[in-house]
């Protein structure tokens, strides 16, 4: 059985640093990243990894970096310079690396606001 547990949001202020973390289990996994989406907007992509590559949102780059430890099957995003509107549920995403199914966490709380 697939699980990802999201763990690290909470209420920061403008400018601060907040780092997210997702612990995966339940199979091998291909791609991981982490998604957001903020009251009334649709869900977006923050930031992917796979097999070394990254992919950043152009609205985070610079800002968020993405890693992923493949012996602990974790992955994480560290959030700097943190704006108002980065203010979002973030959710962990994971694809398993055999039939490509896709599976979410449950998603983090961040709120940026001063």
């Known amino acids: 059985q697939v699980q990802l547990v999201e763990s690290g949001g909470g209420l920061v202020q403008p400018g601060g640093s907040l780092r997210l973390s997702c612990a995966a289990s339940?199979?091998?996994?291909?791609?991981m990243g982490w998604y957001r989406q903020a009251p009334g907007k649709e869900r977006e992509l923050v930031a992917i990894?796979?097999?070394?590559?990254?992919k950043y949102a152009d609205s985070v780059k610079g800002r968020f970096t993405i890693s992923r430890d493949n012996a602990k099957n974790t992955v994480s995003l560290q959030m700097n310079s943190l704006k108002p509107e980065d203010t979002a549920v973030y959710y962990c995403?994971?694809?398993?690396?055999?039939?490509?199914?896709?599976?979410w966490g449950q998603g983090t709380q961040v709120t940026v606001s001063s």
């Open positions: 995403n994971a694809i398993t690396a055999v039939l490509m199914k896709s599976y």
């Open positions: 990894t796979s097999g070394g590559t990254t």
């Open positions: 339940g199979s091998i996994f291909s791609i």
